[in-house]
T-cell receptor, first 116, second 114 residues
């Protein structure tokens, strides 16, 4: 059974710091991994999608890496800003028949607070 | 990408009543998903809804409690039936425009049951 863990559960940093959020998963047979952002009481915003054959993806100040063999992904946020404050969720999609993909399995999230 | 809207955005309901949540997508998609997020928790998949077939429910969720309709490729509804305070959650609609690829979420419906 696939389990996804995110560490730390909460993180508070001063504005301008670079930071890393961690995600680990128990079954390396994944189709892809997706990072989301969730603001309080809101839906999820997709940040980055990494296919199982990829090592990393970048979007602006965000960089996500994937090491499938060790069951780990990291989300790197450069030069953090107060507007980055949110909960960040990692989710893996398991491989399905013919790599059609199965359901997303979510971690518990990391609640990030960036202080001005 | 896909733009998803949900109605209502929030509601406060009485115990024993039912609420139907609507999900509208701006493009045709094969797979639609309904998730629940209980207070302080991560997301749990309720069911997968494909157009033209019965929804597939995850363990712990049953059709009598969460009936789903999927009349076409851009629309779905989730009904939360015979509600109790334990049903107070955010309910989210989600789509994967390309099977197995990037998944997108609606803004959610915040439900409070008194």
């Amino acid at each position: 059974k696939q389990e996804v863990t995110q560490i730390p559960a909460a993180l508070s940093v001063p504005e301008g710091e670079n930071l890393v959020l961690n995600c680990s998963f128990t079954d390396s047979a994944i189709y892809n991994l997706q990072w989301f952002r969730q603001d309080p009481g809101k839906g999820l915003t997709s940040l980055l999608l990494i296919q199982s054959s990829q090592r990393e993806q970048t979007s602006g100040r965000l960089n996500a890496s994937l090491d499938k063999s060790s069951g780990r992904s990291t989300l790197y946020i450069a030069a953090s800003q107060p507007g980055d404050s949110a909960t960040y969720l990692c989710a893996v999609r398991r491989s399905g028949v013919g790599n059609q993909g199965g359901k997303l399995i979510f971690g518990q999230g990391t609640e990030l607070s960036v202080k001005p | 990408s896909a733009v998803i809207s949900q109605k209502p955005s929030r509601d406060i309901c009485q115990r024993g009543t039912s609420l139907t949540i609507q999900c509208q997508v701006d493009s045709q998609v094969t797979m639609m998903f309904w998730y629940r997020q209980q207070p302080g928790q991560s997301l749990t998949l309720i069911a997968t809804a494909n157009q033209g077939s019965e929804a597939t429910y995850e363990s712990g969720f049953v059709i009598d409690k969460f009936p789903i309709s999927r009349p076409n490729l851009t629309f779905s509804t989730l009904t939360v039936s015979n509600m109790s305070p334990e049903d107070s959650s955010i309910y989210l609609c989600s789509v994967a425009p390309l099977r197995g690829d990037e998944q997108f979420f609606g803004p959610g419906t915040r439900l409070t049951v008194l």
